[in-house]
């Protein structure tokens, strides 16, 4: 059912305007392949300013979805490097000649504080970002794409909740449309 809101116009009359729907879609991904897969069908549509919160128990899969995701992206512009995981830096980041990616990990920050020092609120707006633990951000940003990564119910199937606004609803729809 669609949302109304009222908005005052010219004349002070009321209108009515229809709320786009936003996303919220939970996927079975039966393998690490398929969370490759669908870490690689994001990255195309992924843009400077783009904010991905990935959020999970530890060995959900959010590192093995974000590495997959950058070396799509890098693959793409022949700058194949190692994409080691950002446990003990906190942040890895890759600049790359469609845009720079960041991916932070902020498992083992100590205080919110820590988030400025390293610069992540100008790449919020600067480069596409890999949040894992977003939970520990002092403020999420409000565009941000949340991706919850669950274990599934056999092996190395995993449970993606993803949610996100009605512009991202727009974005996913097409790799979203084939899938079960």
């Not at 919220?24 to 991904?29: K, N, P």
């Not at 988030?115 to 707006?125: K, Y």
Request: aromatic share 6%; with cysteine.
């Amino acid at each position: 059912m669609p949302l109304h809101f009222p908005l005052s116009s010219a004349g002070d009359s009321l209108a009515l305007m229809t709320a786009q729907t936003s996303i919220h879609r939970t996927l079975t991904l039966l393998t690490p392949t398929a969370t490759a897969a669908m870490a690689e069908a994001l990255a195309p549509l992924l843009n400077k300013g783009d904010v991905l919160l990935l959020s999970g128990p530890i060995g959900a899969g959010k590192s093995y979805f974000a590495r997959s995701l950058i070396r799509w992206r890098m693959a793409q512009v022949d700058a194949l490097e190692d994409v080691p995981s950002p446990t003990f830096t906190l942040v890895q980041s890759y600049p790359l000649s469609d845009g720079e990616i960041w991916h932070a990990d902020l498992y083992r920050l100590n205080d919110p504080s820590e988030i400025e020092e390293l610069g992540l609120m100008e790449a919020f707006e600067d480069a596409i970002c890999l949040v894992e633990w977003p939970d520990r951000l002092p403020d999420v940003p409000s565009a941000a794409l949340s991706l919850d990564f669950t274990p599934g119910d056999s092996g190395d199937s995993r449970q993606l909740t993803i949610r996100g606004d009605a512009a991202w609803a727009t974005r996913l729809a097409a790799i979203l449309e084939n899938t079960p």
